[in-house]
């Protein structure tokens, strides 16, 4: 049943195609409503700030690495006010390294990982002609848009970007700099865009489910998809208010953040006082905790989907993963304090926090635990989306393991503030979510442009990636054991204890780069594939889920003919059929 | 392209498109009010002083704001069920009227927040005030919402009633539960705000 587009189109689809074609540039490819075009210039943008995010890193590792040494070149350029003579100054510092966590998590991986694949990917495999409120899905991404211009214009406002970390904390957020207020407004619209977006998901896997298609056949990719949802539904709301709360902070002059008698600069500060400052951090950590389950849910999404494709079996255990990414989602919304067992608020607090942590690693371990039995035994292919996707499970393995110290609270005090929690968390966003994004790039390009992306580029691609992901994060653990704090703009080169363990820092700075060089043929092959790439048939991996009974690149509307699920998403090599899977779309 | 699901309901779910989405929009506001609602308790119980509410704010100017939310609720039902009754003349009378009272609504809150500021109640004169401008600012600011919604739909938006008459009942019974939480958030605000 899986028709190559040539074939005679029924009469309702021609008229589509038709009023498609009315559709002028503005409309078609920047207005536009459709779910496909959204999500292609969600994930252009992501990409985008993936980059952008990673050159600010690329050059706090230069003063890492060689703390007050003059930058050649690209030093000179950013002006006197940030490197005078090519030395980074500690303001210049603070701004990158809290817009670097600013835009790779708001800016780079939701959008990549949600707005991309989830409005890419989810529709068409539930079997959807679009999302369920296709204008509001524009709006999501202007309104991303807008935030993300808001985020990068305060750069050039007097005292620079925000500096006070991506958790901004206060009270030192609510004494700083105009960046810092862009920062709270590039915020309320990156709210904004994911509401929408969350609200448009939810109702379009509930509603616009092809026939048949029962929660129980969703594709595992779908179901991280509509958990992750829930998450930003609810869980965004409390850090708007917390944002506007700081707003009122630093316009209107309340102290909601503020304690009595804070002292800046030798001298005592002029407000109402009788504030919170650990109010703030409850309500940022409330969101961004479930936010570290939106970088990652998606991600795990996209990898069950290329590992059932390429060992062509069934997922191991399909079931328990869809009770345990349940479970997750609503666990996520417990576990939030343990991000503030710095912060000295007693020990029945951090025994719940604590508790709950520990139990929350249970799913997480479940559902990497199926993907990695779903292995066995299996006769594998190796192309480049499944390189990445296997290498996402011990990745993000050592993401996770190295947390659950930190979840504890006697061992997370000497940790928490020290370089063990950015190797950490980097091993689970960095090697573990960004591999499944890319990984979901490989796969899903042939559909979203009809041709395949080259697999040769790609193994560089993925080898160089690899490698160099842990001779960037891998010496961090060592400095973090040896106490290093994650907080100095030199690195630590002050500190006598530090000195044994400083020269980790130069070889994690030379690996950063490395990994900047490996993205130029992921980069060449991403738009050389677009035009001279090779051809790729509808269904070129053989796979079983609804998106590739759609024309590669699928029209208007997405189906020939309205799909029907008629068994599970997984139907590989079932014994006495014709070939080795059996597609869901096919009676 | 059509939509599935935007007029007539799924017969699995037994919803519309939009009944879902609306829901879930209120969830997301609730989650937001509610922490601002969490927030003024913190900040609460964490302070040496706390005013009583009346002593400050004008209850009685509050009372007449609460009876007047709470009328343009019923204008609001009483909109929609005019379109469920085919009746849009009536439709168009209540429909002006939770406009009208809305805006009454406003009215009413104007002279209150100018009434402080002369006074020199600013939000920052203590964290009762802050949280009080706060809260009924982010209420106002939905109530305003709400009013722009209800304008379309009383205006240009009608038109909609003539091409397709179920589409826009469904409309305005969304933009009428939008509406009630509006006057729900009010509820919970008047007695913590003014008289606790």
């Known amino acids: 049943m899986s028709q190559p587009a040539a074939v005679a189109t029924p009469k309702p689809h021609d008229a589509h195609e038709a009023h498609h074609e009315e559709l002028g540039f503005w409309r078609k490819y920047v207005f536009s409503t459709d779910h496909k075009v959204i999500g292609i210039q969600y994930a252009f943008s992501g990409l985008l700030f993936l980059l952008f995010g990673f050159s600010l890193m690329m050059l706090m590792r230069w003063q890492l690495a060689y703390p007050g040494a003059a930058l050649p070149l690209i030093g000179s350029l950013l002006g006197e006010a940030r490197m005078p003579g090519g030395t980074m100054l500690p303001d210049f510092y603070n701004e990158l390294g809290a817009m670097h966590g600013t835009i790779m998590v708001f800016m780079g991986v939701v959008p990549l990982a949600v707005g991309g694949f989830g409005n890419f990917v989810l529709p068409l495999q539930i079997g959807a002609p679009d999302m369920a409120f296709p204008k509001l899905n524009m709006l999501s991404y202007q309104s991303f848009l807008l935030g993300g211009v808001t985020m990068l214009a305060s750069f050039f406002v007097p005292g620079g970007a925000a500096q006070s970390g991506w958790t901004s904390y206060t009270p030192l957020a609510d004494i700083a700099t105009t960046g810092q207020t862009m920062w709270l407004i590039g915020m309320v619209f990156l709210i904004t865009s994911s509401l929408l977006g969350a609200i448009n998901f939810i109702a379009t896997t509930i509603q616009l489910r092809a026939k048949g298609m029962t929660f129980m056949r969703f594709p595992f990719f779908v179901w991280t998809q509509f958990v992750t949802a829930f998450l930003l539904l609810l869980a965004f709301p409390p850090l708007e208010a917390a944002a506007v709360m700081q707003l009122m902070d630093r316009l209107a002059g309340t102290s909601f953040f503020l304690p009595s008698g804070l002292v800046v600069s030798g001298q005592i500060v002029n407000n109402a006082g009788g504030g919170n400052p650990l109010l703030w951090q409850h309500l940022f950590w409330f969101l961004a905790h479930p936010e570290v389950y939106v970088l990652i849910l998606p991600a795990m999404g996209i990898v069950a989907e290329i590992i059932a494709n390429n060992t062509r079996k069934p997922l191991w255990g399909y079931r328990s993963m869809v009770y345990s990414l349940v479970f997750l989602g609503f666990m996520s919304f417990i576990v939030w304090a343990h991000h503030m067992f710095m912060t000295g608020m007693g020990t029945a607090m951090a025994a719940f926090f604590q508790t709950t942590t520990m139990i929350i690693s249970i799913p997480s371990v479940v559902i990497l635990t199926a993907l990695i039995i779903s292995l066995w035994g299996a006769s594998i292919r190796y192309n480049t989306p499944m390189l990445f996707a296997v290498a996402f499970l011990p990745m993000f393995g050592i993401g996770g393991l190295t947390g659950l110290p930190l979840g504890l609270n006697v061992a997370d005090i000497p940790l928490h503030d020290t370089y063990y929690v950015i190797a950490h968390f980097h091993y689970v966003v960095a090697p573990g979510t960004l591999f499944g994004l890319f990984a979901g790039i490989y796969y899903w390009y042939p559909k979203a442009t009809g041709r395949k992306l080259n697999e040769t580029l790609g193994k560089i691609h993925f080898a160089g990636m690899l490698v160099c992901m842990n001779v960037v994060f891998m010496p961090m653990f060592l400095m973090g054991l040896a106490g290093v704090s994650r907080r100095l703009f030199d690195g630590g080169s002050t500190y006598n204890f530090a000195q044994p363990v400083l020269h980790w820092n130069v070889v994690s700075s030379w690996g950063a780069w490395a990994l900047g060089l490996f993205q130029l043929p992921f980069i060449f092959n991403f738009f050389w594939s677009l035009r001279k790439g090779e051809k790729s048939e509808d269904n070129p991996w053989q796979a079983t889920t609804i998106e590739w009974s759609a024309p590669s690149p699928p029209p208007h509307g997405n189906f020939v003919v309205a799909p029907e699920a008629y068994r599970g998403p997984y139907e590989y090599s079932v014994p006495g059929a014709a070939k080795d899977f059996v597609p869901q779309y096919e009676a | ?196």
Do not use: C
């Not at chain 2, 209120?26 to 609460?44: C, K, N, P, T, W």
């Not at chain 2, 609720?73 to 009754?85: E, G, N, P, Q």
């Not at chain 2, 919402?145 to 589409?167: H, S």
């Open chain 2, 1 to 196: 392209m059509e939509i599935p699901y935007t007029v007539q309901v799924r017969r699995d779910t037994g919803l519309t498109n939009g009944k879902i989405g609306i829901w879930l929009f209120l969830a997301s506001e609730v989650m937001l009010f509610g922490a601002l609602f969490a927030s003024y308790i913190l900040i609460r119980t964490g302070s040496q002083s706390w005013p009583r509410g009346d002593t400050i704010l004008n209850v009685p100017l509050a009372t007449l704001n609460t009876i007047v939310l709470i009328s343009s609720s019923v204008t609001m039902v009483m909109a929609w069920a005019s379109l469920m009754r085919r009746r849009f003349g009536t439709f168009r009378i209540y429909m002006g009227g939770t406009i009208l009272l809305g805006f009454v609504f406003l009215v009413v809150k104007f002279f209150e927040y100018s009434h402080k500021f002369e006074s020199g109640l600013f939000p920052s004169t203590n964290n009762f005030l802050a949280i009080y401008f706060t809260l009924t600012g982010l209420h106002g600011l939905h109530v305003i919402g709400g009013m722009a919604v209800n304008a379309y739909f009383w205006g240009p938006g009608a038109k909609l009633w003539k091409t397709n008459p179920e589409w826009f009942t469904n409309r305005v019974e969304h933009s009428g539960l939008f509406w009630h939480f509006v006057d729900l958030v009010w509820i919970f605000l008047f007695p913590t705000l003014y008289l606790l």
